[in-house]
Nanobody, 123 residues
Framework: QVQLVESGGGLVQAGGSLRLSCAASGSIFSINAMGWYRQAPGKLRELVAAINSGKGTNYADSVMGRFTISRDNAKGTLYLQMNSLKPEDTAVYYC?????????????????WGQGTQVTVSS
């Protein structure tokens, strides 16, 4: 069984910073791409940033230059450093990780989601 546990959300004033973490644990064989998504009230879930197994990254235009995604492969942990936060960054943030497990001798890949962590930026 695989679990993703997120931490680091909270309330911050505009211009402030937060760092989100997402730790993967369980019967993991391998981890591929990892990413952060967010969903604001009344809006669709959107991709914020992603990082592949080679540590190549891509970002939504709205967070480019303010957010930094990183990963620690040894710890199976994903991070999102968020600087210069704006009220429009307010949302529930979810991590998404592509994980393979071995079941009955077969390697299976699937996406796993974290439980979500609330980020609120006050003006």
């Amino acid at each position: 069984q695989v679990q993703l546990v997120e931490s680091g959300g909270g309330l911050v004033q505009a211009g402030g910073s937060l760092r989100l973490s997402c730790a993967a644990s369980g019967s993991i064989f391998s981890i591929n791409a990892m990413g952060w998504y967010r969903q604001a009230p009344g809006k669709l879930r959107e991709l914020v940033a992603a990082i592949n197994s080679g540590k190549g990254t891509n970002y939504a235009d709205s967070v480019m230059g303010r957010f930094t995604i990183s990963r620690d492969n040894a710890k199976g942990t994903l991070y999102l450093q968020m600087n210069s936060l704006k009220p429009e960054d307010t949302a529930v943030y979810y991590c998404n990780v592509q994980i393979s497990t071995v079941q009955a001798g077969t390697t299976k890949w699937r996406d796993y989601w974290g439980q979500g962590t609330q980020v609120t930026v006050s003006s």
